[in-house]
């Protein structure tokens, strides 16, 4: 599922997302700080080879990937969680931030791989989850790919929402989604297919954890100093979060001690489904670059 998808409509995108979860294996792990058997972490994992681990946005699941895991798992296993409070995982008591969530993540990647080694990759929020969990102990990454991550303290703009909230009409649904895609998600309006559209009213149906605000903060650039794998960084050239601030971005950048940075042309955030391909090409030079 790599191509554009302007043509489905909301039955063909259904249809779409039930194949590519019906190709998937399921697994379940418990997490960290869980109170008891019923706190699991649900993963799901295509094709055979060096593992990679992906790990979505807020108000996401595993379906931000939708474009890319087809094409890693002609050479890797794909192993993309829900993280806990998002998807089909289970809730973790009280507000979550990315360092709670980070040791959840570990201990699920942990029962997940066994000591298998493993590559990161976090888009967005789930970059700072990353960000944090290549910083503490457990089992740690081969590679770190932070995705247009949160946490480099760059001040965000100010960007206008329409509330969802109350509308249940399907048609004007569908046109809150698309307004508020364009605002953060997606540059170009004609991005936005049908298949955008389910991906982002499930997620926002499906997060149910209490995040705090420290995706706003510089969080990313003390953790990067406690890295011990080679770290890289990948961005939606038109990515609004640092659309106009590619100067301030780059200083960012300079002091996390990345081994390479790439750009992807004419994307914007969600930059893994707005340029699919030019994306996973991108990806693939980072994950195939020698860990020494």
């Known amino acids: ?3 554009t ?3 489905m409509d909301r039955h063909e995108a259904l249809r779409a997302l039930e194949r590519l979860d019906a190709g998937a294996r399921h697994v379940r792990t418990p997490f960290a700080s869980s109170q008891g058997p019923s706190q699991m972490m649900a993963w799901r994992c295509w094709g055979d080879g060096p593992p990679v681990v992906l790990v979505h946005g807020g108000v996401g699941s595993w379906r931000h990937w939708v474009r890319n895991v087809e094409h890693l798992a002609r050479r890797r296993s ?18 979550q931030s990315p ?3 980070a040791p959840m993540l570990l201990d699920g990647i942990a029962h997940a791989l066994g000591d ?3 590559d990161l990759v976090g888009f967005s929020f789930g970059a700072l989850v990353c960000a944090f969990a290549a910083a503490q102990a457990g089992p740690r990454p081969g590679r770190l790919v932070l995705i247009g991550p949160a946490g480099l303290g760059v001040e965000p703009p100010t960007l206008e929402f329409l509330p969802l909230r109350g509308v249940t009409d399907p048609a004007e649904r569908a046109r809150v989604l698309r307004v508020n895609l364009n605002a953060l998600m997606l540059h170009h309006p004609e ?3 049908a298949l955008a559209i389910e991906i982002h009213g499930h997620g926002i149906e499906r997060e149910r954890i209490r995040r705090d605000n420290m995706a706003r903060t510089d969080a990313i650039l003390g953790l990067s100093q406690r890295w011990t794998c080679p770290a890289f960084a990948l961005f939606g050239e038109l990515d609004v979060l640092y659309l106009g601030k590619q100067d301030v971005l780059r200083e960012r950048l300079g002091r996390l001690g990345l081994r390479d940075t790439a750009f992807v ?3 914007g955030h969600w930059v893994m489904y707005e340029r699919a391909e030019a994306f996973n090409s991108a990806l693939d030079a980072l994950l195939e ?3 020494g």
């Open 265 to 267: 042309d004419d994307a």
């Open 5 to 7: 998808a302007s043509s």
């Open 191 to 193: 991005s936005i297919d």
């Open 289 to 291: 670059q020698p860990l």
């Open 1 to 3: 599922m790599t191509g």
């Open 78 to 95: 794909v192993w993309v969680p829900d993280l806990p409070g998002f998807g089909d995982s289970d809730v973790p008591a009280g507000v």
């Open 116 to 118: 298998r080694s493993f």
């Open 99 to 101: 360092p709670t969530l």
